[in-house]
């Protein structure tokens, strides 16, 4: 559960570094990076620890997927409800087939 909790709060940085000044056009494009980067340190603070601890009961591929399939959900709410956009139908079905992959990725194929 560490690993999951450390994932999310950094997905929640890393959405607002990446997406969050998207909501500022008006700022110069140089602070905005700075922001951005400032942000991102944060998110490198939480997600360097959860690979760290999730490494060895997940494997580094199995690490990424939870970690996309996180940011996925937390996008989600971001858009909606920092962005104000609607989530289409197929926005849902996109995210539904990528959320697929979890299941061929932690199946037990061997």
């Known amino acids: 559960m560490r690993t999951i909790a450390l994932l999310t709060v950094s997905n929640v940085f890393m959405t607002f570094a990446w997406y969050g000044h998207l ?10 990076v700075l922001v951005s980067w400032a942000i991102a ?3 490198y603070c939480f997600q360097v620890p959860a690979n760290r601890f999730g490494y060895g009961t997940y494997s580094a591929v199995q690490l990424k997927t939870i970690q996309e399939i996180i940011s996925m959900g937390v996008f ?18 996109g995210f539904a087939l990528i959320a697929a992959a979890v299941f061929f990725i932690f199946g037990k194929w061997s």
Not at 23 to 32: D, E, G, I, N, Q
Not at 76 to 93: P, Q, T
């Open 23 to 32: 909501r500022y056009k008006s700022a110069p494009l140089a602070t905005v």
């Open 76 to 93: 989600c709410v971001f858009s909606v409800l920092y962005l104000k956009e609607g989530l289409r139908w197929n926005y849902l079905v």
């Open 41 to 43: 340190f944060f998110e």
